[in-house]
Antibody
């Protein structure tokens, strides 16, 4: 079964850091671009960051540029999101999402989503 | 303010048809492929349409997508109460070099 599973969420103080992980299984992980998408409580979806299958190309939303880093370890079938200088407005459920097409550098569409992990930034 | 504009809500009776619009610009919808997502309450989003009008396996043909110029439309026929959800459009934006979602549309099946 094709699936992704996020972990690493939790409560963190403003200005703090957190690293999210996304474990993938059931597909050739290195062949697919991956993204992080978040959803603040009661709000819509917001794309956060994306990375190509090789890891050589990365993209970020302006709201997180310079604070968040995306990476992947294809030997471990795992995607990461390193979040630094966290703010209250970063509070959200963070989803890991797989691209629908192989060998894409930029996101095309997201066909597999995890259940999400909640990040709460509060003192 | 989202880069892609969707109506906040739409409604229709069971069995009827509804359309949800998604308006953008030449930097996003006009030159890229649109996808649509359904988010049932308390669950992760689900891909309904990609490549403007293609359905992943398992998505019924009651759901359809189209694109014209800088706008896209999701159509749902034979509405059921189980279709009540939030629907989002999305695409790549060439100027932002980022993926963008619409603000979402809440569908109510009366």
């Amino acid at each position: 079964e094709v699936q992704v599973l996020e972990s690493g969420g939790g409560l963190v103080q403003p200005g703090g850091s957190l690293r999210l992980s996304c474990a993938a299984s059931g597909f050739s992980f290195s062949s697919y671009a991956m993204s992080w998408v978040r959803q603040a409580p009661g709000k819509g979806l917001e794309w956060v960051s994306g990375i190509s299958g090789s890891g050589g190309s990365t993209y970020f939303a302006d709201s997180v540029k310079g604070r968040f880093t995306i990476s992947r370890d294809n030997s471990k079938n795992t995607l990461y999101l390193q979040m630094n200088s966290l703010r209250a407005e970063d509070t959200a459920v963070y989803y890991c999402a797989k691209d629908v097409l192989e060998i894409r550098v930029t996101p095309f569409a997201f066909d597999i989503w995890g259940q999400g992990t909640l990040v709460t930034v509060s003192s | 303010q989202s880069v892609l504009t969707q109506p906040p809500s739409v409604s229709a009776a069971p069995g009827q048809k509804v359309t949800i619009s998604c308006s953008g610009s030449s930097s996003n919808i006009g030159n890229n492929y649109v996808s649509w997502y359904q988010q049932l309450p308390g669950t992760a989003p689900k891909l309904l349409i990609y490549d403007n009008n293609k359905r992943p396996s398992g998505i019924p043909d009651r759901f359809s997508g189209s694109k014209s110029g800088t706008s896209a439309t999701l159509g749902i026929t034979g509405l059921r109460t189980g279709d009540e959800a939030d629907y989002y459009c999305g695409t790549w934006d060439n100027i932002l070099s980022a993926w963008v979602f619409g603000g979402g549309t809440k569908l109510t099946v009366l």
